[in-house]
């Protein structure tokens, strides 16, 4: 059975970078799209990023392009998110996630099969 786990996350200041890992295991890495996703405090779950099996395409957010970016290695069955430019709006517990549904990686991702438990990212002003 696949599983996935949030790596990575703390307390930095505003304007600092972060890099968050999900290590995958269990079926292939490549077989699963991926995605990033946040919740805040008092808010509902968001769509943070998402890249297509393929690793050839990434969406992101509005909130978090030009300041995020997405990488994976499927040798190593990871995932990556450097957050660079952090502001205290990003404070929220992030998840990594999975599905096998294919994906276009051209519009927010959703409808995921698999969750992994999430990592704390606090950003202080």
């Known amino acids: 059975r696949f599983s996935c786990r949030a790596s990575g996350g703390g307390l930095v200041q505003a304007g600092g970078s972060l890099k968050l890992s999900c290590a995958a295991s269990?079926?292939?890495?490549?077989?699963?799209?991926m995605g990033w996703f946040r919740q805040a405090p008092g808010k509902e779950r968001e769509f943070v990023s998402g890249?297509?099996?393929?690793?050839?395409?990434?969406y992101y957010a509005d909130s978090v392009k030009g300041r995020f970016t997405m990488s994976s290695d499927n040798a190593k069955n990871t995932m990556f998110l450097q957050m660079n430019s952090l502001k205290p709006e990003d404070t929220a517990i992030y998840y990594c996630?999975?599905?096998?549904?294919?994906?276009?990686?051209?519009?927010?991702?959703?409808?995921?099969?698999?969750w992994g438990k999430g990592t704390q990212v606090t950003v202080s002003s």
């Open positions: 996630a999975a599905r096998v549904k294919a994906y276009s990686g051209m519009h927010p991702l959703s409808d995921m099969d698999y």
């Open positions: 269990g079926r292939p890495f490549s077989m699963y799209v």
């Open positions: 890249i297509n099996k393929s690793r050839s395409r990434r």
